[in-house]
DNA sequence: AATACGGGGAC
DNA sequence: GTCCCAGTATT
């Protein structure tokens, strides 16, 4: 059945760790409800993302789509300005259809078995555990980075948990180890142990509620695992980001449905992919928008690093007249533009447009 | 099995 | 700078 036998004391380990949960939990927005369809919007935002920085969102989110149903009938750029920031934008589209989902197909009921809740787009093995034992009280596992982390420790599990097939492992201690009585109190709590005593440097063992049930702290390896390899290649890219002016407008353009940042609008940019001189970016816009692009001037440069990307943009200001718009593009307003959702890099070409008075 | 997909905080 | 985070979809 399971990969290793389980050493310690599974109801004793059960009480310690529930025990502890319900003495020092947080107090988090998303713990305030019992609602299936707020828990499941906490559960996408806080997909690879900090409890601290989810919780202005998570706020704003709840309040601005109350119901699974207001959520559903919402314009998707109005739900990309409420997600920007954020990051992994696909999350917000992944949910939006997984909501219209539960409206037509579940009649507006988040369904409660795996292999449904499942079925939905953005909801993963993590996320339908999470659901499933906190919304509903189902004795499901709930296996993310923390938990993997956590119970490497108590039962010195070696193996690399960077290796996809690894998680596998993780899921059938949990389907041992839970609480039937309190599936929810177990797996967050196994997630809180994480964050705030079983952390990936430094552990508190000597704070940690289960230290006597933990195979490393016995032997004193548990700065040694998890077992984790890691390699990644960040690549660079070279842009000119253009903010072009007509009258008290500013062209802009939405990305592209798929890839990075989709769906998120920003200035035109154009890739540098050789040495290209400031002066041939008007002709190259000229070009492009087979129009008159002038008095382009270059009036900012950074940096902004992605996971696997990096951008390094200049940021131009230029005057258009008589352009050919693409579909893809539309003149702003500087009140329309705050409506526009948009990214990291755009904001920075924004604050300093505005710094400087051009919108 | 690898890679793409954001952004911010900790070290 | 590097690593990590309440992971999932795509290839």
Redesign the pocket.
């Known amino acids: 059945m399971e990969a290793f036998k389980i050493a310690l004391d599974k109801l004793q380990f059960q009480k310690d760790l529930i025990s502890w949960f319900a003495e020092e939990k ?1 107090d ?1 927005p ?2 305030r409800t019992s609602d299936p369809y707020q828990i499941w919007i ?2 996408i935002m ?8 989810v919780i202005p969102y998570y706020k704003r989110f709840v309040e601005k789509f109350p119901t699974l149903r207001d959520l559903a009938e919402a314009d998707e750029e109005i739900l990309l300005k409420q997600w920007e ?6 999350r917000a589209r ?1 949910l939006q259809a997984g909501v219209k989902e539960v409206a037509e197909k579940y009649d507006g009921i988040v369904p409660a078995s795996r292999k449904e809740i499942s079925s ?9 555990g ?1 659901v499933l034992s906190i919304a509903y009280g189902i004795p499901e596992h709930a296996v ?3 938990v993997m ?1 956590v119970l490497s420790r108590i039962l010195l599990i070696e193996e690399d948990i960077a ?3 690894t998680r596998k492992i993780f899921e059938e201690a949990v389907t041992e180890l839970i609480s039937h009585e309190d599936p929810s109190s177990f797996n ?1 709590g196994l ?2 142990l ?2 705030l005593i079983c ?4 552990p508190k063992c000597l704070l940690c509620p289960v230290r006597e049930h933990c195979a490393a702290f016995h032997e004193g390896k548990q700065h040694e695992l998890p077992t ?1 390899t ?5 690549k660079a890219v070279q842009y000119a980001m253009l903010a072009i002016l007509y009258g008290k407008s500013v062209l802009m353009e939405k990305r592209p449905s798929t ?4 769906n998120m609008w920003q200035f035109p940019m154009i890739e540098l992919t050789e040495e290209v001189l400031p002066l041939e970016i008007e002709e190259q816009l000229s070009e492009n928008f087979q129009g008159v692009v002038s008095n382009a001037e270059k009036i900012t440069s950074f940096k ?6 990096t951008w390094n943009v200049d940021g131009y200001i230029a005057k258009g007249q008589n352009l050919n718009v693409p579909s893809h593009m539309k003149w702003v307003t500087a009140e329309e533009l705050e409506l526009l959702p948009i ?3 755009v904001q920075k070409m924004k604050a300093v447009l505005k710094q400087r008075g051009d919108v």
């Open positions: 947080r988090l998303w713990r906490s559960e806080l997909q690879q993302t900090r409890v601290d920085t920031g954020l990051g992994y934008y696909s992944n939905l787009k953005g909801v993963g093995p993590y996320t339908a999470a993310d980075g923390n982390r290796k996809p097939k967050q997630m809180e994480g964050a952390t990936p440097t430094s984790k890691k390699a990644k290649k960040n890839g990075l940042l989709a902004h690093v992605f996971s696997h990307l990214s990291g890099p």
